[in-house]
């Protein structure tokens, strides 16, 4: 059975910094893609940032590029989300994803997400 | 920028057929896969590269493609069918941005 356990989530001050990570069991995750999507408090999903199987090719969201950074560690099934400078408008629900299908990239495997309050 | 755009909300009373609809330019050229979202929950996954179903679906979901639109059908829908549903394709011209429609509320009358 696939698992993937967000963690990391809490109350930061603005400009402040945070570190997600998502635990993933039950596949071989060294051999997936895997992506951070975020929801706003009553609002739509948002895709934040993917990362290859390898960690050789990494994309973001414009709204995020040079403030957020995703990694892996495969030995450890873990992905990562680090996350400076964060504004009020971070404030979301953050969920990790794997994704399948690298020509045509979809989510088969959610989290059940991790609360990011950006706050002063 | 690349968009997907889905109706804000669509009602239908049990038992009837309910259509959600995506639209957006690359769509003819990308495939798109929805996402059902109850309050509370985390997505799943309810049609893939617009008319695959994974298993674990009832088949009363469905999907289809005609040009710049692909279109979500629930026959016969039931009320837990009210939930959230998001279109979803991938920007593949350079950028790879996962794009997400901005939802569509169905409400079971």
């Known amino acids: 059975e696939v698992q993937l356990l967000e963690s990391g989530g809490g109350l930061v001050q603005p400009g402040g910094s945070l570190r997600l990570s998502c635990v993933a069991s039950g596949f071989t995750f060294s051999s997936y893609a895997m992506s951070w999507v975020r929801q706003a408090p009553g609002k739509g999903l948002e895709w934040v940032s993917a990362i290859s199987g390898s960690s050789g090719r990494t994309d973001y969201a414009d709204f995020v590029k040079g403030r957020f950074t995703i990694s892996r560690d495969n030995s450890k099934n873990t992905l990562y989300l680090q996350m400076n400078s964060l504004r009020v408008e971070d404030t979301a629900v953050y969920f990790c994803?794997?994704?399948?299908?690298?020509?045509?990239?979809?989510?088969?495997?959610w989290g059940q997400g991790t609360l990011v309050t950006v706050s002063s | 920028s690349y968009e997907v755009t889905q109706p804000p909300s669509v009602s239908v009373s049990p038992g009837q057929t309910a259509r959600i609809t995506c639209s957006g330019d690359?769509?003819?050229?990308?495939?798109a896969h929805w996402y059902q979202q109850k309050p509370g929950q985390a997505p799943v996954m309810v049609i893939y590269?617009?008319?695959e179903r994974p298993s674990g679906i009832p088949e009363r979901f469905s999907g289809s493609s005609s040009g710049t639109t692909v279109t979500l059908t629930i026959s016969g829908v039931q009320a837990e069918d009210e939930a959230d549903y998001y279109c979803?394709?991938?920007?593949?011209?350079?950028?790879?941005?996962?794009?997400f429609g901005g939802g569509t509320k169905l409400t079971v009358l």
């Open positions: 690359a769509l003819s050229k990308q495939y």
């Open positions: 979803q394709s991938v920007d593949m011209s350079g950028t790879y941005a996962r794009v």
């Open positions: 590269k617009d008319t």
């Open positions: 994803a794997k994704e399948r299908d690298s020509s045509s990239p979809h989510f088969d495997y």
